[in-house]
């Protein structure tokens, strides 16, 4: 009877800790290509791109590799099409101007709107600023405009 009870706890245990009733763990890996200090975070509210209130950044020096770890009960495969949006910001604009008004004007230096696949194929690697092989991934501003918008 013991050994039957510490299965079933065990197990429960087991399944509460994972599968879709439990935290995933999402480490993206951030080359950052640039000669500023970035601050990068993501949401799984897409397709709401809005700036939120409160971000958790991490840090990422200039001509550097970073990561990120992002957890989340939500974002799974086998929600079809479902995205997640990396925010990437100068952590000069962020300690300089007021996060209401960074809110309002929008003042992100750049967004990714990314797939799990979408970051299976670039190896939970993105770039700052984006890379060729990062041009069909949806984005704000689009590839190729507007990369150094706060210079």
């Not at 245990?13 to 993206?28: R, T, V």
């Not at 949006?85 to 101007?97: A, G, M, P, R, W």
């Not at 600023?129 to 706060?150: C, L, V």
Request: hydrophobic share 35%.
């Amino acid at each position: 009877m013991k050994a039957s009870l510490k299965f079933i706890v065990l197990a429960g245990l087991c399944i509460s800790s994972c599968g879709p009733f439990g935290d995933y763990e999402l480490d993206i890996y951030m080359h950052n290509n640039s000669g500023y200090t970035l601050l990068t975070d993501g949401t799984y509210d897409y397709p709401d791109t809005t700036i939120k209130e409160k971000m958790y950044f991490e840090e990422v020096l200039p001509h550097s590799f970073g990561r990120a770890t992002f957890t989340t009960r939500r974002w799974n495969r086998t929600i079809v099409n479902e995205k997640m949006c990396l925010f990437i910001f100068y952590k000069d604009v962020v300690n300089s101007v007021p996060w209401e008004t960074i809110r309002k004007d929008y003042m992100v230096l750049q967004r990714y709107d990314l797939s799990i696949d979408e970051l299976e194929k670039l190896n939970w690697t993105v770039y700052y600023p984006p890379t060729e092989e990062m041009k069909d991934i949806e984005m704000f501003p689009p590839y190729g405009e507007g990369s150094n918008r706060y210079d």
